[in-house]
T-cell receptor, first 110, second 115 residues
Framework: QKEVEQNSGPLSVPEGAIASLNCTYS??????FFWYRQYSGKSPELIMS????GDKEDGRFTAQLNKASQYVSLLIRDSQPSDSATYLC??????????FGTGTRLQVTL | KAGVTQTPRYLIKTRGQQVTLSCSPI?????VSWYQQTPGQGLQFLFE???????NKGNFPGRFSGRQFSNSRSEMNVSTLELGDSALYLC??????????????FGNGTRLTVT
């Protein structure tokens, strides 16, 4: 079992719709969770962090965490073509290193 | 505040050679982590340095090594290059002290091609 799992996609959503990206992790002791966005040929950039169960909203982005189910998700409301990128889920586990999923490619269509 | 700076941006080497990559963290950050990114494997953790000491290590062979200097700048070295070492190498920094909840901030990466 991979430490952090994501569906590789592509996930295709029409402009204006809600994109839902999911991630599961294996280390039950994990405490910090992050979502990064990576455009093709660029380095990852942080878009959200979440540490407690529940929802955390920042503009059009909402991160959701359920530690009992070992599940993290990212919702993007009113998706724009500029949101088309690969979204990386990252988890900081008990070893304190940050482990990344392989990413979900999101395509927002006009 | 300047971001994480990696040099060089691109490198082409031949099999058997060695290579050194450099990373300057964000000012005040004392932790530097290195990752290898390939299309098939995604971001793979190489190692993390804090205060000139390796704090964490990933599952890479001994050909991959690193070090950190007193000014927090870091270098990683790959010896006896193999074709499979072709990848984007990313450096990331964080404050490093009591920063369990701190995210990593990435540099632009070094694209290494081994021929």
């Amino acid at each position: 079992q991979k430490e952090v799992e994501q569906n590789s996609g592509p996930l295709s959503v029409p402009e204006g719709a809600i994109a839902s990206l999911n991630c599961t992790y294996s280390d039950r002791g994990s405490q910090s969770f992050f979502w990064y966005r990576q455009y093709s040929g660029k380095s990852p950039e942080l878009i959200m962090s979440i540490y407690s169960n529940g929802d955390k909203e920042d503009g059009r982005f909402t991160a959701q965490l359920n530690k009992a189910s070992q599940y993290v998700s990212l919702l993007i409301r009113d998706s724009q073509p500029s949101d088309s990128a690969t979204y990386l889920c990252a988890v900081k586990g008990t070893a304190s290193k940050l482990t990344f999923g392989t990413g979900t490619r999101l395509q927002v269509t006009l | 505040k300047a971001g994480v700076t990696q040099t060089p941006r691109y490198l082409i080497k031949t099999r058997g050679q060695q290579v050194t990559l450099s990373c300057s963290p964000i000012s005040g950050h004392r932790s530097v982590s290195w990752y290898q990114q390939t299309p098939g494997q995604g971001l793979q953790f190489l190692f993390e340095y804090f205060s000139e000491t390796q704090r964490n290590k990933g599952n890479f062979p001994g050909r991959f090594s690193g070090r950190q200097f007193s000014n927090s700048r870091s270098e990683m070295n790959v010896s006896t290059l193999e074709l499979g070492d072709s990848a984007l190498y990313l450096c990331a920094s964080s404050p490093g002290h009591g920063d369990f909840n701190s995210p990593l901030h990435f540099g632009n990466g070094t694209r290494l091609t081994v021929t």
